[in-house]
Nanobody, 118 residues
Framework: QVQLVESAGGLVQPGGSLSLSCAASGISFSIFSNSRMGWYRQAPGKQRELVAYITSGGSTTYADSVKGRFTISRDNTKNQIYLQMNSLRPEDTAVYFC?????????WGQGTQVTVSS
C-alpha cells in the first residue's frame, strides 16, 4: 500500500522560511523514481491548487505565485521529495499536500498545515 507522509508544517512569520518533506513508502525505488511528484495546497474556502511538481527527469514547474521563492527537489535514493519555502507570505497559509502520479495512479498525503502570521 502506497503511503505519502508529509513532515510537520508549522507557524512562520512573514518573510521566514520553512522546509517540508514527503516520504513515500510501500513503493519501489524504480516506481518512485519514474513518478511525477508534486506539492499542492488548499487554503480555507479555496480549491486545492498546484504549488510545484518535479518530473522523473528532474524538470520542475511552479505556480506563478511561488516562483523564485519555493524550490522543489527529490531524492530518489530515499523515496522523498522536498519543498523549500522562502520569503513566506500570509497568503501562503494553507494545508500542503504531497502528490505522486504514476500512469493511472494518483496518490495523496494527508496534508500538513503551514501558517504564515506575525
Amino acid at each position: 500500500q502506497v503511503q505519502l507522509v508529509e513532515s510537520a508544517g508549522g507557524l512562520v512569520q512573514p518573510g521566514g522560511s520553512l522546509s517540508l518533506s514527503c516520504a513515500a513508502s510501500g513503493i519501489s525505488f524504480s516506481i518512485f523514481s519514474n513518478s511525477r511528484m508534486g506539492w499542492y495546497r488548499q487554503a480555507p474556502g479555496k480549491q486545492r491548487e498546484l504549488v510545484a511538481y518535479i518530473t522523473s527527469g528532474g524538470s520542475t514547474t511552479y505556480a506563478d505565485s511561488v516562483k523564485g521563492r519555493f524550490t522543489i527537489s527529490r531524492d530518489n535514493t530515499k523515496n522523498q521529495i522536498y519543498l523549500q519555502m522562502n520569503s513566506l507570505r500570509p497568503e501562503d497559509t494553507a494545508v500542503y499536500f504531497c502528490n505522486m502520479v504514476k500512469g493511472p495512479y494518483d496518490y495523496w498525503g494527508q496534508g500538513t498545515q503551514v501558517t504564515v502570521s506575525s
